[in-house]
């Protein structure tokens, strides 16, 4: 192993030995975090023990010796939380999007999948391309590190859509069950066990919130943590108005629901009037690389230069970073807040 390092380092070593190595640091790894995820069977036993032993005596006991309740917001080992404190700038940031993407928020999970897909990476371009070997790792840890962060973004984007869609027909449902007389807490029950995920789940999550003993204001603010939508703030700003000083509530939720709905249609008709400016950022912004490939496909010694040339790196670059600011801007451009 040690031979095969020294090698790695002086570039002595085969594409044979190069992967090796790297699966069997990978491994090694592996079997390291293993431990570390490893539940701790002794600890749970002696809390249990300990909820058992007050219920006999009924003596109180701490809370924090009572709880054998997992804390949501760790992964349930205490090294493995204090590693991914150390490492991990913003967990709670994390930990926040994972939530609004629907997800269990568990870096140690996150921070498992960073590591394999930069390895993934880091063999890809290991067997496709002639980079540095210290490119390819920094191209490795780059990729492992922004690619889960773009997965998060994508799964939240599109649960928040889909939130978004089915939430007037609940609020709508809610109306009805309300003026059928039924309590607000039931009306978001009902609401919830008839409507599609993500608003149902969300909602039962309210409303089992407040069985156990919570206030409504607060389960609806904790759900408002974990979805981060404006629309969903109007629906909770709207309940406490209307618990503190009182009022038709059926009428408000109804008022509300309209306005969602043409706050909708607003967007749609704003993206429908934008779609040309849209397509002409799409048609200049594709024209390049277009028009390079009829170029390097007719004529490959023209074009050539760019890509064995360290000047033609420099314009490519160049190029591509004036492309991404003008796409940019329109984008900018074309994209309105309602």
């Not at 205490?78 to 269990?104: S, Y």
């Not at 568990?106 to 210290?134: C, Q």
């Not at 790196?313 to 600011?325: D, K, P, Q, S």
Request: overall charge positive; charged content about 20%.
């Amino acid at each position: 192993m040690i031979n095969l390092l020294q090698n790695i380092a002086t570039g002595r070593a085969t594409d044979l030995q190069i992967m090796a190595t790297v699966a069997i640091i990978l491994l090694m790894f592996l079997i390291l975090l293993y431990l570390i995820l490893k539940p701790d069977n002794k600890r749970a036993k002696s809390r249990i023990s300990n909820v058992v032993k007050q219920a006999k005596s009924n003596s109180p006991l701490p809370i924090a010796q009572v709880s054998i309740r997992r804390q949501a917001e760790g992964s349930g080992n205490v090294k493995l939380d204090e590693i991914i404190r150390q490492l991990t700038p913003k967990p709670d940031l994390l930990r926040e999007n994972m939530q609004k993407a629907g997800l269990h928020p568990n870096l140690g999970r996150l921070l498992l999948i960073s590591i394999i897909v930069g390895a993934i990476f880091f063999v890809f371009f290991h067997l496709t391309t002639t980079y540095p070997l210290l490119l390819k790792v920094l191209l490795g840890i780059i990729f492992g590190l922004g690619s889960p962060h773009i997965g998060l973004y994508v799964l939240k984007k599109r649960r928040q859509k889909k939130f978004l869609s089915l939430f007037p027909d609940a609020i709508d449902l809610m109306v009805r069950a309300l003026k059928a007389g039924l309590p607000i807490t039931e009306a978001i029950k009902n609401s919830g066990e008839e409507i599609a995920d993500p608003v149902g789940t969300e909602l039962l999550k309210v409303t089992n919130g407040v069985k156990i003993g919570g206030k409504l204001p607060d389960e609806l603010a904790k759900a408002q943590n974990r979805l981060g939508l404006q629309e969903f703030q109007f629906f909770t700003v709207a309940l406490s108005i209307q618990m503190e000083t009182g009022g038709n509530l059926s009428e408000t939720l109804a008022n509300l629901s309209d306005i969602l709905r043409k706050r909708k249609q607003m967007q749609l008709k704003i993206r429908a009037m934008s779609s040309e400016a849209k397509a002409s950022a799409y048609i200049i912004g594709s024209l390049p690389f277009i028009m390079f490939a009829l170029i390097h496909t007719l004529n490959p010694g023209y074009t050539s230069q760019l890509l064995t040339d360290p000047r033609g790196h420099f314009a490519i670059g160049v190029g591509l970073f004036m492309i991404a600011l003008g796409c940019g801007v329109m984008y900018k451009m074309v994209k309105f807040e309602i």
